[in-house]
């Protein structure tokens, strides 16, 4: 009986303060759809850093003229850059990559762009040595020995444009992070003041039950219950949210980066695995923030 009048209790109050309680719920929902919009930032660097860590290479692009005019690298000084380069410490495979090779490797990597194909032409791709490195850390050494040598347009290093690019997504993430951070303050004064609010709508049940000799704990028990359930289904809300943001607008707005191998795509598996620590927030911001307000504002 002590079970069934506390659950009702908490019927009671949710139904009494519904529109607080609405608010809550969406507030709290917004907060963790950031967060989990974070961690999902998190999974996919970390996938795409284990996807590149054994794929990164230095690419030394060679001038015009030898691009259009030694296509199989048996002159000078292509001939004579492809030795150096594989007799240089550190060099794991060195590839050569002609100007034909590298235009139809273009076109794979940007089929699903078909108005950037039109616009490209082979000319415009020069003939490249790809450099595969035993530590990708190390690709100074290729830039060191063969930047400004003859026959030599550029050395162009995968590593520091994938440092950009891992940057820009860290900022995403802390941005998601920050709003999440804010939402959650706003979810918390909610919290506190949602259960302020039902507390003094049963201000007199509440002091019926201590006249009679219901401990504070008891008396306490359905306002916290309360605000763990608005935290339950607030993280329900913001998991499904992600799973709708993902099937409607996310896969539709990378598609063309996923497809190409550009970024790693993020599945339902990854919603799943970010989901229980939604969860787990949910509950102890809600637990904690509905003890301290019952502790320190409200006398049951």
């Known amino acids: 009986m002590r079970t069934s009048f506390v659950f009702s209790e908490v019927v009671t109050g949710l139904r009494r303060n519904v529109t607080m309680t609405i608010a809550m719920i969406l507030t709290t929902a917004i907060s963790l759809g950031l967060l989990g919009g974070g961690l999902l930032v998190v999974r996919m660097v970390d996938k795409m850093q284990a996807n590149y860590a054994g794929k990164l290479e230095v690419s030394v692009l060679l001038t015009n003229d030898v691009s259009a005019n030694d296509k199989d690298c048996t002159q000078q ?5 492809r030795s150096q380069l594989e007799q240089t410490s550190g060099v794991e495979t060195v590839v050569f990559q002609n100007r034909d090779e590298g235009f139809e490797r273009f076109k794979r990597i940007f089929e699903a762009q078909p108005e950037l194909l039109k616009l ?7 003939a490249t040595f790809r450099v595969k490195l035993e ?9 060191q020995a063969f930047e400004g040598k003859p026959g030599v347009k550029a050395v162009d290093d995968q590593g ?13 993430r ?3 992070l920050i709003l999440a951070l804010i939402q959650a303050f706003a979810a918390l004064l909610l919290i506190s003041n949602t259960i302020q609010v039902s507390a003094f709508t049963r201000r007199v049940e509440v ?12 008396t306490q028990l359905p306002f ?35 497809e190409s191998g550009i970024i790693p795509p993020i599945g339902y598996l990854d919603i799943l695995i970010v989901s229980p620590w939604l969860f787990l927030v949910a509950i102890v911001i809600s637990a904690t923030t509905g003890y301290v307000t019952l502790r320190l504002y409200v006398r049951l």
């Open 224 to 258: 916290l219950i309360e605000a763990v359930v608005a935290g339950i289904i607030g993280s329900v809300t913001a998991v499904a949210g992600l799973v709708l943001f993902k099937a409607f607008f996310l896969d539709r707005i990378t598609r063309n980066l996923t």
């Open 160 to 172: 520091k444009f994938l440092e950009r690019f891992f940057e820009g997504l860290n900022g995403l």
């Open 120 to 126: 490209a032409r082979p000319e415009a791709i020069p």
């Open 174 to 176: 802390d941005v998601a």
């Open 77 to 81: 000084p292509c001939a004579g850059l």
């Open 135 to 143: 530590d990708p850390d190390r690709t100074d050494v290729i830039r």
């Open 207 to 218: 002091g019926i039950m201590r006249l009679v000799g219901a401990t504070r704990w008891y």
